[in-house]
């Protein structure tokens, strides 16, 4: 129904930045929330921010407050995730993920899911 893209993903230094995209397509998507979630090695995944269907509403993990921030492009079709002060503990596979529901932060509200995108933040 939603097929997702991820990109931006890489290797950055700690206290820099990157900004990760996820790509949407389907007629559907723009009444889904979008999420971010992560998976570090060796941790079950985990959710990091998401953003309303209409873009008005976010939410954040505690570990997310004050250095990321999500947002949706002015088509409409795109979410970034701006992440700033990066630090080694944020090194994980990012997952873009939409839901149904018209704010989730559950992953088991998530239906869509991309393939992923890998962070490193080195020392």
């Known amino acids: 129904q939603v097929q997702l893209v991820e990109s931006g993903g890489g290797l950055v230094q700690a206290g820099g930045s990157l900004r990760l995209s996820c790509a949407a397509s389907?007629?559907?998507?723009?009444?889904?929330?979008t999420g971010w979630f992560r998976q570090a090695p060796g941790k079950e995944r985990e959710f990091v921010v998401v953003?309303?269907?209409?873009?008005?509403?976010?939410g954040y993990a505690d570990s997310a407050k004050g250095r990321f921030a999500i947002s949706r492009g002015n088509a409409k079709n795109t979410v970034y995730l701006q992440m700033n002060s990066l630090k080694p503990e944020d090194t994980a596979v990012y997952y873009c993920?939409?839901?149904?529901?018209?704010?989730?932060?559950?992953?088991?509200?998530?239906?869509?899911w991309g393939q992923g995108t890998q962070v490193t933040v080195s020392s």
């Open positions: 389907g007629r559907t998507f723009s009444t889904y929330s």
């Open positions: 993920a939409a839901s149904p529901r018209g704010f989730a932060t559950r992953e088991q509200d998530f239906d869509s």
């Open positions: 953003i309303s269907r209409s873009g008005r509403s976010t």
